[in-house]
Structure formats: structure tokens, C-alpha cells
């Protein structure tokens, strides 16, 4: 609800309201206080319905326009915040059927992925190849990533930005299921000194990211693929400016995230700003609506969330798929049980051997 405001005019109290979006064809109107000119006024709108539990009053967006300029008979006793332009901008898009040719991925791991990894890789083209997978853990985002990659191979190379762990996996992923690309045209940087000038896919950490931007942004990468990009949540951080710097440079940029911070949505907006840095205008403005922003003695304060529904409408309409194990476990695979039998066996350790080994079990 939003903050109960008082302006005085001519010594009576000013009311003010929210228009916030519900789904991407409705939207609500949150007043700060009972407006019986205003119900009056939504009796008269033909998609108007009355929510008895919240008390609130929503509309088809059809209808937008037509209530705005109704309520503006109310300007004096009554002030409105609109739907941000970026928001009407965002639902207006119509949403084209996207038919992905699987015939640019490479065949051994385009039969590798399941539906509800296809459904993700096709979310990521329909994006243009920018976009933010925030699939659980253990869902294969590795997996849709190289494959969105691989899609628009015509865009290469591909930088990887990950963690120092998660490097063999994406280096075995690529052996395995990318057999198209040569072992010797993928590196992984060690060094400032590193020559990646014939590099088809570079691996790189997020700190060797940060030292060796020049060298980078040289190279030119067409693709950029940034694991656990929740460490970017700092805009100030250098990580995050050199990530920037890339994806600006990058005609394709891909976000990993399994967390990616839906119940602080001021971390979002340094990684959807990688994706499309002019969509909400300023970190003032998204933090003003979805962060409860507001200024305080200490200066502006965003640490809160305020219209969730509205930014999960937008995320997932613009910018982010994310789907939980619940989500998808019909489309997993049965977990499978193996009995591994080791070649050593006890009785070929010495007398002396097994019996410290049965000492220390018996200790346990």
C-alpha cells in the first residue's frame, strides 16, 4: 500500500494513489485513503473489479488511458502515480511465436537438452540472446547457456566470466558436448601475460576479468556468458564496472544465477543493467519502485521491496526465466543408484595396517 501522504489544499487533505500492475493485462489502484468520488469514478470503467480482501479496485490495461483521464477531474483532492513509461512500454510488446531452428546447435548437445531446458534456450533467443537464466541449482543453466551460445556462433568469441571452481565444469561441458569446437581454440586465462588472440571460447575468472579488461575489450567478444552473476550486485564494485564495459561491447550477454536476489531487488539491477542498461532509466527510478526508496538522514535509502508482483510481471515478460526443482521434476531424470566396489581390498593391508584401521573404527 502506498505511504499515506497529506498535501493540503485550500485546508482539506490531499489524497494520493499508486497504479501498480497485476498481470499483463491488468493493473490496480492503491489509494491511501477512502475516495468515494474516485469509487464513483471506477464504477463507470466497463473492465472495473472489486477485490473484497486487499479492497482494491483493478482494470484491464485496456482501459488505462480512459480511467487516467477520468480521475483527472479529481486532480485537485486526488494525485496519481502512473504506470512507468517502461512498463507500458514492456507489456505493449507483443509476444511473437519464436521458432528456433535447432539445427544451429551443435547436435550432440542439442539432444542432450530437456524440455524444460529447450523452453529456456528458446527464451533466451526470443531475447535476442540478453537475457538472465536464474534456473535452481543442478538444472543444467551451463548447459542452456552453450547452447544459446553456440546458436549464435556467427557472434564469437565467446568469453566465459566464472568462478575458479566451476571452471572444469564448463571446460568438460564444452569437450563433451560441443564436439564441434576445437579443444585448441578454448583457453582459460591465467595471466595478464596470456595470449588469447586465437581463442574461439576464453575462460576467465571474475577477478582475472577485472585486471585484464583492456586485453579484453581488444580481443572483442561477441558473447559474453557471466556465471553466478549475483556477484555483481554492487554497482560501485570494479567487477561489476568491467562487466559492463564487456557487455556493451557484447551484441549477446547471458546471466547465470540460481540466486538471483528476488527479495532484495535493488541487488537486481546491476545484473539486468548487463542486460539493457537504458530500460529503467537510472538505479533512482527502479529503486523508487521496487525498493520502497526513499531518502533518509543518511542519505537514499533502497534496502526495501515495494510492487514485487509488478517487477516479477516485468522480469519474466523482458528480462529472466527461472524455474525451481519443484517446478521441473516430472522432466528429471530418475536418480540412479551405483554400487561402487573399490579395487583395494582389507586383506591386502599388513596385520599392523588393519589393526590401527579397527582401532581408529572403533574410536568413531
Known amino acids: 500500500m502506498a505511504t499515506k501522504v497529506f498535501n493540503k489544499f485550500y485546508g482539506k487533505e490531499k489524497l494520493s494513489g499508486k497504479c501498480v500492475l497485476l498481470s499483463q493485462d491488468r493493473f490496480c489502484v492503491k489509494l491511501n485513503g477512502f475516495s468515494e468520488e474516485a469509487i464513483v469514478i471506477f464504477k463507470t470503467i466497463p473492465s472495473r473489479s472489486y477485490d473484497p480482501k486487499s479492497r482494491i479496485w483493478n482494470f484491464h490495461i485496456k482501459d488505462y488511458a480512459l480511467l487516467l483521464s477520468k480521475l483527472q477531474t479529481l486532480q485537485a483532492k486526488l494525485s496519481i502515480d502512473k504506470l512507468p513509461g517502461f512498463v507500458l512500454n514492456c507489456i505493449k510488446k507483443t509476444q511473437n511465436e519464436v521458432t528456433v531452428d535447432f539445427t544451429k546447435i551443435d547436435p550432440v548437445l542439442a539432444s542432450a537438452l530437456m524440455p524444460f531446458q529447450l523452453e529456456g534456450v528458446s527464451f533466451g533467443i526470443d531475447k535476442l540472446g540478453r537475457c538472465l537464466i536464474g534456473d535452481d541449482m543442478g538444472l543444467g543453466k551451463t548447459f542452456q547457456a552453450l547452447a544459446i551460445a553456440n546458436y549464435y556462433m556467427d557472434d564469437w568469441p565467446l568469453l566465459i566470466v566464472t568462478t575458479a571452481s566451476m571452471r572444469a565444469i564448463w571446460e568438460e561441458t564444452i569437450r563433451n558436448y560441443l564436439p564441434s569446437v576445437s579443444i585448441m581454440q578454448v583457453q582459460y586465462m591465467v595471466s595478464g601475460k596470456d595470449y588469447i588472440g586465437e581463442a574461439k571460447i576464453l575462460?576467465?575468472?571474475?577477478?582475472?576479468?577485472?585486471?585484464?579488461?583492456?586485453?579484453?575489450?581488444?580481443?572483442?567478444?561477441?558473447?559474453?556468458i557471466i556465471d553466478e552473476s549475483h556477484v555483481l550486485k554492487n554497482f560501485k564494485s570494479k567487477c561489476f564496472n568491467a562487466s559492463l564495459a564487456l557487455a556493451k561491447r557484447a551484441k549477446r550477454v547471458l546471466l547465470l544465477s540460481g540466486?538471483?536476489?528476488l527479495s532484495r531487488p535493488s541487488e537486481l539491477f546491476t545484473q539486468l543493467s548487463l542486460i539493457d542498461n537504458k530500460f529503467f532509466g537510472s538505479f533512482y527510478e527502479f529503486s523508487k519502485r521496487y525498493c520502497d526508496g526513499k531518502q533518509t538522514q543518511f542519505g537514499w535509502d533502497a534496502s526495501g521491496n515495494s510492487n514485487l508482483e509488478e517487477l516479477e510481471i516485468i522480469l519474466a515478460k523482458k528480462f529472466m526465466i527461472r524455474r525451481t526443482k519443484e517446478d521441473v521434476l516430472k522432466m528429471l531424470p530418475s536418480k540412479q543408484q551405483e554400487v561402487i566396489t573399490l579395487d583395494t581390498k582389507l586383506e591386502e593391508f599388513s596385520e599392523q595396517d588393519r589393526n590401527c584401521l579397527i582401532a581408529l573404527a572403533k574410536k568413531i
Not at 575462460?203 to 559474453?224: A, E, K, Q, Y
Open 203 to 224: 575462460i576467465v575468472s571474475h577477478d582475472m576479468m577485472t585486471r585484464c579488461l583492456d586485453m579484453l575489450l581488444t580481443r572483442g567478444f561477441g558473447i559474453l
Open 259 to 261: 540466486t538471483p536476489a
